[in-house]
């Protein structure tokens, strides 16, 4: 078991989204650290900060390049319906926007270019974040919901119930449950970062908290692992 576990996390430590997906971990906890210890303990605080920074600059650069997946991604969609291709094309141009954007804010907090132009950027990147997250989690609620639908038609006893079998019909009905339990991740993930966008582009006292904004980080990042993590 042990040894088969460490496989697994040699497997997911080899993609670039299990990396992404540690170091996230990372960032949220020592914000959390940081809030946690600032008036008590000031320089557990301060080099939880230094953690934390260190962290997201170093996921924004291994992140060089990400944009163009979004090209990707809607290849990878030729069979989806015109509903669900129309929300793919307006979440990963919202998604590519954010990545592209992110390159500027980068170089920009790392003083390559001018570190006045990081609020700047940031708010373009945040903006094009928060709409690609409305319309994967639109998508995915859709696709949960016909998945639903499928489900009940290949119930035992249902005239949809597949051809096959009912051991087929029961691996279909497996697959659709496993198909959402992944999606009901990426929305919670994607609620997630949306809260942490809008910290950005609109600071308010609830999304830009410590605690929420911390707590917003490690849903999207446990969850990722989660959906990240292999099968087997």
Not at 27 to 41: D, G, I, M, R
Not at 46 to 70: D, H, P, Y
Request: net charge positive; with cysteine; aromatic share 10%.
């Amino acid at each position: 078991m042990a040894a088969d576990t460490v496989d697994k996390l040699v497997v997911f430590l080899a993609k670039r989204d299990g990396i992404d997906k540690l170091v996230k971990t990372f960032q949220y906890v020592s914000k959390l650290v940081n809030w946690h210890a600032e008036a008590a303990h000031p320089e557990v605080a301060r080099r939880a900060k230094q953690w934390e920074v260190a962290s997201g600059l170093s996921r924004k650069a291994f992140r060089s390049g990400r944009f163009l997946t979004g090209f990707n991604a809607l290849r990878r969609s030729p069979g989806a319906t015109t509903l669900i291709r129309s929300l793919a094309v307006f979440a990963n141009a919202g998604e590519m926007v954010y990545f592209f954007f992110d390159h500027f804010l980068w170089l920009s907090r790392v003083g390559v270019i001018d570190p006045a132009l990081a609020r700047r950027m940031s708010y373009i990147s945040a903006f094009g974040e928060s709409v690609g997250y409305v319309f994967f989690i639109l998508s995915d609620l859709i696709l949960i919901r016909q998945g639903l639908a499928e489900q009940r038609r290949r119930r035992p006893g249902e005239t949809g119930e597949d051809a096959a079998g009912p051991a087929a019909a029961e691996e279909e009905r497996r697959k659709i449950r496993v198909d959402r339990v992944m999606r009901l991740m990426a929305i919670a993930a994607n609620l997630a970062d949306l809260i942490i966008a809008l910290a950005d582009i609109e600071p308010n006292p609830f999304c830009n908290h410590a605690v929420t904004l911390g707590i917003s980080g490690l849903v999207s990042a446990w969850a990722g692992w989660y959906r990240n993590w292999p099968s087997s």
